[in-house]
């Protein structure tokens, strides 16, 4: 099995920026697809960006601001956010993009205006 744990999150202003980072333990060398998702207060969890082997994916509503990335020697992906706005205050959680796949505990993002 798979463990993930995020850590990064917290306060930060508007166009600054703020990396998150997701660690997996355990059995991973079944890792290849990962994703950053999120959840806003009231809204649905929603992909933000995924990687998988080379290839990337973005939402719309953060293409250009946001990079996904991986360390693949620490087992770990990366969500650099740029330029992060208020509406993209959300916990934002990793997941083992499988059937069945494990996600992390989440981390609070808060970006203020």
């Known amino acids: 099995q798979v463990q993930l744990v995020e850590s990064g999150g917290g306060l930060v202003q508007a166009g600054g920026s703020l990396r998150l980072s997701c660690t997996a333990s355990?059995?991973?060398?079944?890792?290849?697809?990962m994703g950053w998702y999120r959840q806003a207060p009231g809204k649905q969890r929603e992909l933000v960006a995924s990687?998988?082997?080379?290839?990337?994916y973005y939402a719309d509503s953060v293409k250009g601001r946001f990079t996904i990335s991986r360390d693949n020697a620490k087992n770990t992906v990366f969500l650099q956010m740029n330029s992060p706005k208020a509406e993209d205050t959300a916990v934002y959680y990793c997941?083992?993009?499988?059937?069945?796949?494990?996600w992390g505990q989440g981390t609070q993002v808060t970006v203020s205006s």
């Open positions: 990687i998988a082997g080379g290839s990337t």
């Open positions: 355990g059995s991973t060398f079944s890792i290849n697809a």
């Open positions: 997941h083992l993009l499988v059937l069945h796949g494990p």
